[in-house]
């Protein structure tokens, strides 16, 4: 089962931006579809955006108006999230996730391997 490893969140202001990491081993990376979720406070995780293994294809929140992408670099075993114009309801603990699945998943129960979380504060 592939590890997942998160780095990059921490506090920004209102405007601003952050690149996420997410840095996997014991696996092979290729063979999986990847996503990010996120869990603001006092809400469930809900899906942010995933990417198909071969980086061709991605899907992302709609609510997020295209201010996040996501991508993936098959040599370093690493999926990235680019977030700008970050708001405050952006606010949350970030996981990435791993899916065995044959198709991009916006389903949390797809994924089977999840990192422990990075959070990210954005101030008003």
């Known amino acids: 089962q592939v590890q997942l490893v998160e780095s990059g969140g921490g506090l920004v202001q209102a405007g601003g931006s952050l690149r996420l990491s997410c840095a996997t081993s014991?696996?092979?990376?290729?063979?999986?579809?990847m996503g990010w979720f996120r869990q603001r406070p006092g809400k469930e995780r809900e899906f942010v955006a995933a990417?198909?293994?071969?980086?061709?294809?991605?899907r992302d929140s709609g609510s997020l108006k295209g201010r996040f992408t996501i991508s993936r670099d098959n040599v370093k075993n690493t999926v990235y999230l680019q977030m700008n114009s970050l708001e405050p309801d952006d606010t949350a603990v970030y996981y990435c996730?791993?899916?065995?699945?044959?198709?991009?998943?916006?389903?949390?129960?797809?994924?089977?391997?999840w990192g422990q979380g990075t959070p990210v504060t954005v101030s008003s």
């Open positions: 996730a791993a899916s065995g699945t044959t198709y991009v998943s916006i389903n949390p129960s797809d994924y089977d391997s």
């Open positions: 014991g696996g092979t990376f290729r063979r999986y579809n």
């Open positions: 990417i198909s293994w071969t980086g061709s294809l991605s």
